[in-house]
Nanobody, 122 residues
Framework: VQLQASGGGSVQPGESLRLSCVAS????????VGWFRQAPGKEREGASC????????TYADSMKGRLTLSRDSAKNTVYLQMNSLKPEDTAVYFC????????????????WGRGTLVTVSS
């Protein structure tokens, strides 16, 4: 059983990245998938989540309008499209899973993958 986040990198302000959360050993569709981020010296904070039933999505106010979350069931993957990136978006981004609906509290998630680093700098 494995969950792997990827797609991070170094970009300039205003550019875009698409992060992937790939599951192996289980079906990702059965779980809510949340993306959280943690900047150096800061608490982990929620960025976005997609529920297991209905596929409803939530976004952090600080990133609303710049994020799009989607599922690809055939690839057992959830994607986080991030546009108009800002320096304050610099962080390690993690994906985690939980049963049922989304939660904005990272402690509610049952399983996490390794994070992927996003650096936004001019």
């Amino acid at each position: 059983v494995q969950l792997q986040a990827s797609g991070g990198g170094s970009v300039q302000p205003g550019e875009s990245l698409r992060l992937s959360c790939v599951a192996s050993g289980f079906t990702l569709d059965y779980y809510a998938v949340g993306w959280f981020r943690q900047a150096p010296g800061k608490e982990r904070e929620g960025a976005s989540c997609i529920s297991s039933v209905g596929g409803s999505t939530t976004y952090a106010d600080s990133m609303k309008g710049r994020l799009t979350l989607s599922r690809d069931s055939a690839k057992n993957t959830v994607y986080l499209q991030m546009n108009s990136l800002k320096p304050e978006d610099t962080a390690v981004y993690f994906c985690g899973i939980m049963s049922g609906s989304c939660s904005g509290t990272w402690e509610m998630y049952d399983f996490w993958g390794r994070g992927t680093l996003v650096t936004v700098s001019s």
